[in-house]
């Protein structure tokens, strides 16, 4: 999905003038996209017709900047898709209660456990895990193993008592034992059917949860919307977690369950490990969706005056955060041959924003100092400027007729850069482990 959207976003980024056709020609794609990514037809076609209306309107048009308003658009849209702001856990009762509920295989356990885990280290929780499948034979144990894996407490009465049972029990344990918070693991099925929803009403009569959170397997895309609706309608559910967007996912569910229950999504699973559970923000899905910076375009550029391998390989070494100063002397000198820097580093991951920071400022006159004070170095230094101590930022401000403020300016510049790519490396790390899709 990131990477259909971009494309068709790449096209008014960076353009001067935009015109009415073009939007709609963007918009064609970007309905695409979203379809592709197996998104709920109706919630495409309301947010298309909602970044149409912003994007042809005044607001962009008659900017400076149109295509990047547009994109701008686009992401303000798809965060309100996903509800805007991040949808916390209303913890009020005490002890407070976390009914977990979905389908067989969804991560409902998985999930018990990581919440459980997430609780303690992030808000400094008691949580008690409390054991109401009875139906799968492993199911008890499977708790087990992960209470014991977070270091938190399960209860359990095996499978002989009724789940709504366990539930309450559960909770007056929770209550003598000075537990604040109680997350109640539930059965699923292969279906939804008459008597699991039955007992789960009756576990919620009975323990009055705070938060049922609906667990479903994002990569199921529209059965998870299908399957939220269908829970949503039955039991009132007041959040959702996604799991297994680590997996092969399109994205699809991500972006349609808000719009389609108006129930929130508020977790997002990212692995199996207990540890591998996000809040889920999404203003940030939706920056990830939309790619962070644009390098696509930036590497197309620089294919334009580059040759192609260089290029390629100037993307891995950003991916995999080799960059060196040699590689920034070749920038360098590519630079010139590629247009207006502004338009490059507004191009270049995490630089949008910072362009306007003081120290990276760029102009001409930088550019030349900065090429001759890299020059000056050794090929060590380049390759690994941490060597760089008080003594060489000396002999290289001599060498190059400039200060050592312009040297510690320009090693400080390219630390910042680094730390940048790294950021964007652990988002495409996150992109590779589960986002490539989106
Ligand atoms: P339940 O039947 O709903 O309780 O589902 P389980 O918690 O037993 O999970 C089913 C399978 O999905 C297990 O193999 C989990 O390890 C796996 N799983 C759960 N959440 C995630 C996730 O976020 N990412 C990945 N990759 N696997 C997950
Ligand atoms: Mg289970």
Do not use: W
């Amino acid at each position: 999905l990131s990477e259909r959207l971009q494309s068709a976003l790449a096209k008014l980024k960076g353009r001067g003038k935009v015109s009415e056709a073009d939007v709609k020609s963007a918009m064609r794609e970007v309905r695409l996209a979203l379809l592709e990514a197996d998104v709920n037809f109706k919630v495409v076609k309301n947010f298309v017709s909602r970044v149409s209306e912003r994007a042809v309107g005044q607001e962009v048009l008659q900017s400076l900047t149109p295509g990047q308003q547009v994109i701008k658009v686009v992401n303000e849209e798809l965060t309100k898709l996903m509800g805007g702001e991040q949808s916390r856990l209303q913890l009020n009762s005490k002890p407070a209660v976390i009914l977990m509920v979905g389908l067989q295989g969804a991560g409902k356990t998985t999930t018990a456990g990581k919440l459980a885990h997430h609780l303690r280290k992030q808000h400094n929780k008691r949580p008690l895990l409390v054991a109401g499948d009875i139906y799968r034979p492993a199911a008890i144990r499977q708790l087990e193993v992960l209470g014991k894996q977070v270091d938190l407490p399960v209860f359990s009465l095996g499978d002989k008592e009724s789940p709504v049972k366990i539930a309450e029990k559960g909770l007056a344990h929770a209550k003598e034992n000075q537990h604040d918070v109680v997350i109640v693991d539930t059965a699923g099925r292969l279906h939804i059917d008459e008597t699991m929803m039955d007992e789960l009403r009756g576990i919620k009569e009975k323990v009055q949860p705070d938060e049922i959170l609906l667990v479903v397997d994002a990569m199921t895309g529209q059965d998870a919307v299908n399957v939220a609706e269908s829970f949503n309608r039955e039991m009132d559910l007041t959040g959702v977690v996604l799991t297994k967007l680590d997996g092969d996912t399109r994205g699809g569910a991500a972006l349609s369950v808000k719009a389609v229950t108006d129930c929130p999504v508020k977790f997002a699973g990212m692995g199996e490990k207990v540890d591998a559970l996000e809040p889920f923000h999404p203003e940030r899905m939706a920056s990830r969706i939309l790619g962070m910076g644009d390098v696509l375009t930036l590497i197309e550029k620089a294919q334009a005056s580059v040759d192609e391998e260089k290029a390629r390989d100037l993307e891995r070494k950003m991916r995999t955060q080799q960059f060196t100063f040699e590689d920034f002397l070749d920038q360098l000198e590519q630079v010139r041959n590629m247009g207006p820097l502004d338009d490059l580093l507004g191009m270049m991951p995490g630089m949008g924003q910072v362009k306007g920071m003081k120290n990276l400022q760029v102009d001409e006159k930088h550019l030349t100092k900065a090429e001759a004070i890299i020059r000056s170095m050794t090929l060590q230094e380049r390759r690994e400027p941490e060597v760089i101590n008080a003594s060489r930022r000396k002999r290289i401000a001599l060498g190059s007729g400039t200060s050592v403020q312009d040297v510690n300016r320009l090693i400080k510049q390219f630390m910042d850069m680094k730390k940048m790519m790294k950021q964007f490396q652990s988002m495409s790390k996150g992109k590779k482990r589960g986002m490539g899709k989106f």
